[in-house]
């Protein structure tokens, strides 16, 4: 699969891909682990592929794990939890 031709999905058929690709992958790995698989490089080629696909995600989706992580980060330190304050008797 070339880039070129990725780069013209949307997200949500990325997704999908991906999605395919993962399947694949596992069916492929269970293939090899059982000797039923002829062309080992066909394992190397999908996991290729998905990364190719999780790439242009991220690129398109404009976050990654990183960037989640530190917005929530900062979230939660930017806006502290207020006590409520004891009424003296």
Request: net charge positive.
């Amino acid at each position: 699969m070339k880039a070129s031709e990725l780069n013209e999905l949307g997200v949500e058929e990325l997704t999908r891909k991906a999605a395919e690709l993962r399947e694949n992958l596992f069916n492929l790995k269970i293939r090899r682990r059982a000797g039923t698989l002829e062309a080992t490089s066909d394992v190397t080629k999908n996991k290729r592929d998905l990364a190719r696909i999780l790439t242009l995600l991220t690129q398109k989706t404009g976050s990654s794990k990183a960037q989640r992580r530190s917005a929530e980060k900062s979230k939660s330190q930017a806006a502290p939890q207020a006590q409520p304050a004891k009424e003296s008797t």
